[in-house]
């Protein structure tokens, strides 16, 4: 099967590019920026907000897992939200008609659901509360509206948590950063539960579902995806540290000592805008906020165990210590229109 990705550079898209070509498919990534650094698969350069780009590359293909969007909580206005998660969900579909591609699955997010205590399950409202979440979410109906089209339409909904592993730079790298320099500081308890996504168990369960379990599927199917059991933030932050052969630090900061200490953080951050690692945000986020999503109904659907997610994470502190502390991260957040 060839298999369209757009995004299909970035973090999620190279690793599902990975798992399906080893299943014998073939991929051709769409995305703003091209591989890293020696590898050798094929690569378009485009932009899902350009209409006749997507609908000339897509040409050929057989299905389109769709995985571009805008997606960071720094450096990207409202209106790019819209226009890459909502209208290049709207161009995806329409080149897929006009392309006659029956089968799509889209990434969305466990953020369609905002700030809803748990049990967050797939039968909970939405109630996003960002951008980002509005935009998936809105971008989610689309897609549903594209499966409408025709009885031949297919359309696999992953909304899965954060997703970690090797080759991902975000919140779980920098912790692991901050970890091995030394520059981590245990705030109250930690015994708040995060709910994560190890990246080789993300993959592999969407290949599972989407194409060797299709037929077994509606027209359009939403599924979370978390892996289980969650776990709290200090086994996180101890499973980093046994994983990097560090010992743990013997004291913690109380928590509202914390949040008095990132005032001035806070304070650059208002007048600036700059995404600093240190704010009475992040410090609530890890050491307080609970995220917890349940994803029973894909686990039953799944025929192979995932790997436990502390031994996710400790593939992803030896993929860090052999090489990946000292790789350039690339800005991949999308422009606004009109702005190169």
Known sequence: MKIFLTGGTGFVGSAACEHL??????????????????????FIHGDVRDLEKLIQASKGAD??????????????????????NVVGTQNVCQAMTINGISRLCFYSTVAVYGESPPPVSESTPPRP???????????ELVCEEWSKESSAHRCLVIRPTVIFGPNNFANMYTLIRQIDGGRFLRVGRMDNFKSLAYID???????????RKSDERQPTEIYNYVDKPDLTSIEIVDTIYSALGKRKPALAIPYG???MM??????VIGVTGKNLPVSSARIKKLAKSNTQFESDRIHQLLSEKPVPLRDGIREMVLWYRSGGKFQTVINRRPSPLGVS
């Open 262 to 267: 990132a005032i001035p953080f806070d304070l």
């Open 129 to 139: 509360v960002s951008d980002y979440g509005k935009t998936k979410l809105l971008a």
């Open 201 to 211: 168990n993300v993959v592999r369960a969407t290949e599972e579902l989407w194409i």
């Open 63 to 84: 299905a389109i897992l769709h995985l571009a969007a805008a997606h960071h909580d720094f450096g990207i206005d409202s209106q790019t939200f819209h226009d890459v």
């Open 257 to 259: 000592l914390a949040r």
């Open 21 to 42: 070509e080893r299943a014998g498919h073939t991929c051709v990534a769409f995305d703003l920026h091209p591989f890293s650094k020696g590898v050798e698969r094929t």
